[in-house]
């Protein structure tokens, strides 16, 4: 009985040891600025409300025209990430909803090496200290959910060439 | 047995005695031309690593004057040590880049490097996916609508705050060395502007200043270090520092802050936990010429 006790208890301490190890502390303590949500749109639920879940694939003509949906589009359509019965939230392919300030868990699904990465601030851009508080960004800070690829952009301008430097 | 003394007579005008005498002449008439007590306090000043910390803080004290009344700013001007048990590492993601110089433009203003001749501490170079990490095929002046540009990627080399450093073996006067936190920087009082350090440095990271130092008042940063981003004289070389102004507060390099696409890593390679290790344990690493044993700490990764 003595022995029984003594190995839960070894147990407990690993356990407890494991869930405050910094690298566990660090993912309960991720940081992000509020999602990229437009105010013209959100919340959904405002027009959403009173209008019947269609979730025909069609051209999208009268609102969210300007969506180009470059994402798996063959297999993908908004009711796979958009919650039908509540616009205000996301899902996960099994049900489960998740807010737009965690849309990570979202996208983690499929990207899960890169979500891996992402925790441990190696994919994306992180800010603040090196040895304290940072803050990350969410996937939908930079790439479009929509259509993800990052935009290519005009580069700052070349140094000048030996020949040109007065 | 009787030694053979040089009797020192001023009225006996040999040639020994008469060096001795115009040394002393011309030091002293050097020092008078200095004029002001700052400008002979900055002619007197022992190279830093030999300094008190009294003697550091009239040093210091004395550049926020000097920098205030020269660029119309209010300097702060520190000599904050490394922060115990640190050792930086930087990791840069080739296969992120974009190669939009942000980093270049940013590194200028952070640590106030000349206008004119313009200086860039980030040279983005441009190469062929063909072709690999080839620097003989790579392209510095590459001038797109767009980046990145088909068929290529982009390489930014800086320093590489090298654990086996050529420059600081081929400085003359000891002004640069490596610091405790693993910082290659320069006494830009005590270089002598010889540029051997240059000549040594095999990545092209050294600058020299070829005039006195241009600078838009509008875009100084005051916040500096006497060793990093202090207004450098004409003379003097100057290196990244890994943003030691900023890194020694545990602040991330501006760099890292100022990448859009988050290709910029930073970190204490001493702290298992921490970004630098994961890369280095977990992705496909790389150094910049790994033959010549320089031993660089800017590691280059795959992050895809």
Not at chain 2, 99 to 120: D, F, I, S
Not at chain 2, 162 to 168: D, R, T, Y
Request: neutral net charge.
């Amino acid at each position: 009985m003595k022995k029984f006790g003594l190995a839960t208890g070894f147990i407990a301490v690993f356990l407890v040891s494991f869930l405050f190890s910094p690298r566990m502390l660090a993912q309960q303590d991720i940081q992000v600025p509020p999602p990229p949500l437009s105010e013209d749109f959100f919340p959904c639920m405002e027009c959403h409300a009173d209008m019947d879940p269609n979730p025909e694939r069609r051209v999208l003509e009268e609102f969210h025209d300007d969506i180009e949906l470059a994402h798996d589009e063959e297999n993908r359509w908004c009711m796979d990430c958009h919650d039908a019965e509540n616009r205000n939230m996301l899902h996960s392919a099994s049900g489960e909803l998740i807010k737009f300030e965690e849309s990570y868990k979202l996208c983690g699904q499929c990207h899960g090496p890169k979500l891996r990465d992402w925790k441990a601030g190696i994919h994306g851009r992180r800010t603040g200290m090196w040895n304290g508080q940072k803050e990350y960004l969410l996937c939908a800070h930079c790439h479009n959910p929509h259509s993800p690829r990052y935009e290519s952009m005009k580069p700052e301008p070349a140094p000048l060439k030996p020949g040109k430097i007065k | 047995m009787s030694v053979k003394k040089t009797v020192l007579s001023p009225n006996k005008l040999n040639r020994r005695n008469f060096l001795k005498a115009a040394a002393v002449t011309s030091s002293t008439a050097a020092l008078a031309a200095c004029g002001s007590k700052e400008a002979r306090e900055e002619f007197l000043q022992r190279d830093f690593r030999s300094l008190s910390q009294d003697q550091i803080a009239k040093v210091l004290q004395r550049l926020e004057t000097q920098y205030e009344r020269e660029y119309g700013v209010k300097f702060t001007v520190s000599a904050k040590e490394p922060i115990p048990e640190t050792f930086f590492g930087y990791a840069l993601d080739i296969s992120r880049c974009i190669g939009c110089r942000k980093c270049v433009y940013a590194c200028v203003e952070e640590n106030n490097q000349t206008l004119e001749p313009q200086m860039h501490w980030i040279q983005v170079l441009e190469m062929e996916k063909e072709k690999g990490v080839d620097f003989l095929h790579s392209n510095l002046y590459y001038d797109h609508e767009e980046v990145p540009h088909e068929g290529h990627f982009y390489l930014p080399v800086q320093c590489q705050q090298c654990k086996n450093p050529p420059c600081v073996k081929a400085c003359p006067v000891g002004a640069t060395w490596a610091t405790e936190d693993g910082i290659v920087v320069v006494d830009y009082n005590w270089c002598i502007g010889c540029r051997s350090c240059m000549a040594a440095c095999p990545y092209g990271a050294r600058h020299y200043n070829w005039g006195k130092i241009q600078l838009e008042a509008e875009n100084i940063n005051p916040d500096t270090h006497y060793l990093g981003n202090r207004p450098r004289y004409k003379g003097a070389v100057e290196k990244c520092t890994f943003c030691i102004q900023r890194v020694r507060e545990g602040r991330y390099p501006k760099c890292v802050e100022v990448c859009p696409v988050g290709a910029r890593k930073f970190g204490n390679l001493l702290d298992k936990d921490s970004e630098i290790r994961y890369i280095l344990e977990n992705k496909r690493v790389l150094i910049l010429k790994e033959e010549l044993n320089t031993q660089p700490k800017f590691y280059y990764f795959y992050g895809t």
